[in-house]
């Protein structure tokens, strides 16, 4: 793409510093994988929507690009600059502003984990929960539309909101949904959808109005072992059918990754003593104690796996947890990680780790886990040799050929990391040249002069 | 606005005849309350996306004005042509194109009740239900956003949407994630969420993937008669905390809505015999007989109501729901209906009832029911002499004063029945001049003739 745009001088920042708090700080620039890293000296630091639609007009007058970034924890370089882009973070606008009737309304900066305590509090939960709680951003999450953990039982994250304020490309500031708050309102366009899992491409999400659910007095955890992928799928249709209503997560892992948490991330066990090929992770959360112990009881019952444990307690419970949830962490820490978050129809959701291991050269690390209920597979595969040449060749063995399969299967890409700058340029793969030419259509209605999050989500128009 | 349309003419006729089926039958313009009413000879029912998208480009090329109609149950007139519009029928395009983890396929002619059966036999459910489920299509539900009975439980259509096939005003045919049909795609912008709630202004749905949860095999419900609206939200909160996962509906009428139910709808019966001034509908819908009947019981000890009832077997609990579901026939049998359907902050909701019947002239009916759920009320008005000048002169004590005071509390003017014809020109109220300037072009980026559903959703622009 050309290089159109303005660069920062002095009377930028001068202009810009007399709008907010303005920053030149070097972490800004990389993501937390360190695996993308801009060039950026300017992070505006906006306390209010006044400030971010001051921001924009400005850069939008003077065609300056701009990257929103909230915990800058997503994985697919997203939310750091390609080149110099002015960094515009919105960690410093955390308030939460109340919560009725079930809706929660807070600013963009928001921290989820802090989100969730304070929902807890009051008797709610966040309906999202990701490995990244303790960084990332309800902001962010919302512009990438997150799925995670909570995915199977409270639907997607878009699912959830009632309400957006936006700020434009231009400055202007949308009340979309934000201050009425409501479940249902179904007059005119849902406007505030755009800019959800647009990526910052469409305008900065300052306010997020959340519906939030009940907060389960009961949670329970068990973990079972199975010698096939047959297996594992019948462990989710019985805990469909057996835990129902109080089914709150379905996690499947396999001996790889279980064998990389369990020798990388320090204080995890795994209960179940065996070395079969998968693991598979049920939650439920429920609001009767005794209730949810049948259920799961009946779960154990009916199942057909090689082995099962109930967690006695809610610090067994959370010892599960860690071995799944510390999976990502555990395959970062042993090199660069190829990493592919994929949906997939269900049936043939493993085939794809099988065959990505027939493909690749002898020790290379190939790790197959993700939510069972949503189909949604993350694999990730890390060199025998962690160096730049065996990731290189690495690459050239996985790329195209996973996205082919995947797109053979009629499954997606990305199933909730979204596209960022990692994977932008394989949009006109994933979808039609009418879908392409709607988006880009939406991308010059909404932002004519390109300034917000450039090089990303949309391939490169040349 | 002004016409800017061709008229159709002979071989406007035969050029459509080519395509598909064309009838001349004026029942398609008029809505089943009766209350608009076009004047289209032209009605073309395509059978297939092909046969839609042939004719949306033919009229575009034309600029002949189209109304897209599904089941034509809606309550704002957005179905049925404001003038000659040809009106697009597709209640031929009725398949139901299979179901694979948990998503279903349909085209968009499918009726709702039709879709419920088929998912029944396989184990699951519309996420959605409505008085209306008999006649309207389930395109129709997408294009207005539907609410309905579920709404609590499985949140909105849209969260359920997870893709569709668009025909756009030129004919091009979207394929916006109907044919993955994946509960996660995070790859660029969320197109399909345009349409959903646009009324057909943007492009006509051909088909619909659908995320249907598992239908529940204990279904329970319960009646509850209470003395002030506190009452009312009390059995609300009792229920989120004592039926919690398995609560699936929450409505509550009051003693007017009751009484004209009980008088107008034959068959109805109210097995409690008090005169109290609300009754609360609870249901439940589980998958274990006694917890299910365990937690309502304890709905039952915890309450603070005047009486309650729980339905022995479903016979009686459909008695109950026929209490519910009879009012909006009950009223229209009374005469002419204002209808008002309305969020509202929950604290606030029954307020506007009651400052309604202090406002309007004696022996006028006002009854006021809905979900409690969503703080979604419905408010139907009739006045005591159903003549023309009555109904005029109460139009002009209920509008604007009900907008203006629904506006003040933060509450939506619309909240699942859409704008349509009846309710456009409130939108500029409702939205900012911001939001509304946006909506307005993305009109005209989608359909830069206008030709899909002209004089709805959005406000004349004169």
Not at 25 to 30: A, H, I, L, T, W
Not at 73 to 82: A, K
Request: aromatic content about 6%.
């Amino acid at each position: 793409m050309k290089r159109f745009y303005s660069a920062v001088g002095a009377s930028d920042m001068a202009a810009l510093r007399s709008i907010c708090e303005v920053v030149d700080d070097p972490s800004y620039n990389v993501d937390w994988m360190r695996k993308w890293k801009g060039r950026s000296s300017v992070v505006v630091r906006p306390r209010t929507t006044e400030e971010v639609s001051a921001v924009l007009k400005y850069c939008n007058q003077r065609q300056l690009p701009i990257v929103p970034q909230g915990g800058n924890t997503g994985l697919v370089g997203g939310s750091v600059p390609v080149k110099d882009e002015i960094i515009l973070s919105t960690r410093r606008m955390d308030s939460i502003n109340g919560l009725r009737d079930g809706v929660v309304k807070v600013e963009a900066g928001v921290i989820l984990e802090n989100l969730d305590s304070y929902l807890k509090d009051q008797g709610f939960a966040a309906p999202l929960d990701l490995g990244a709680k303790g960084s990332c951003t309800i902001g962010g999450n919302a512009a990438t539309n997150a799925g995670g953990l909570r995915f199977l039982r409270y639907g997607s994250l878009r699912g959830s909101i009632v309400g957006l304020e936006v700020a434009t490309a231009d400055g202007t500031v949308l009340d979309a949904g934000y201050s009425t708050g409501l479940r249902k309102d179904n007059t005119g366009y849902p406007i505030h959808e755009l800019f959800i899992g647009s990526e910052g491409t469409l305008g900065v999400i300052t306010k997020i109005a959340l519906a939030v659910p009940a907060s389960s007095a009961v949670v329970n955890a068990a973990l079972f072992s199975c010698e096939s992928f047959n297996q594992v799928r019948g462990v989710l249709a019985t805990a469909r059918r057996t835990c129902a209503e109080i089914l709150s997560a379905c996690e499947f892992f396999d001996s790889e990754a279980r064998r990389c948490v369990l020798e990388y991330e320090p204080g995890t066990t795994d209960p179940l003593g065996d070395d079969a090929a998968f693991r598979v992770l049920v939650e439920t959360s429920g609001s009767h104690a005794t209730h949810d112990r049948e259920k799961l009881e009946g779960l154990l019952t009916d199942l057909d796996v090689l082995d099962g444990v109930i967690a006695p307690d809610a610090t067994k419970a959370a010892q599960l947890w860690r071995l799944r949830e510390g999976i990502s962490d555990a395959m970062t820490s042993r090199g660069y990680v190829h990493k592919y978050d994929l949906s997939l129809p269900l049936e043939h959701m493993y085939d794809l780790v099988t065959q990505t291991r027939d493909r690749v050269p002898p020790n290379t690390t190939v790790a197959g886990y993700g939510h069972l209920g949503d189909s949604n597979l993350h694999l990730n595969v890390v060199a025998a040799g962690d160096d730049e040449n065996a990731n290189y060749e690495l690459a050239a063995v996985l790329e195209p050929w996973i996205f082919d399969r995947v797109l053979e299967l009629n499954g997606s890409i990305s199933a909730e990391h979204g596209l960022g700058q990692s994977k932008n340029s394989l949009l006109s793969r994933a979808k039609s040249p009418a879908m392409l030419a709607l988006m880009r259509k939406l991308k010059h209605t909404m932002d004519p002069r390109h300034i917000l999050n450039p090089y990303k989500v949309l391939p490169p128009s040349i």
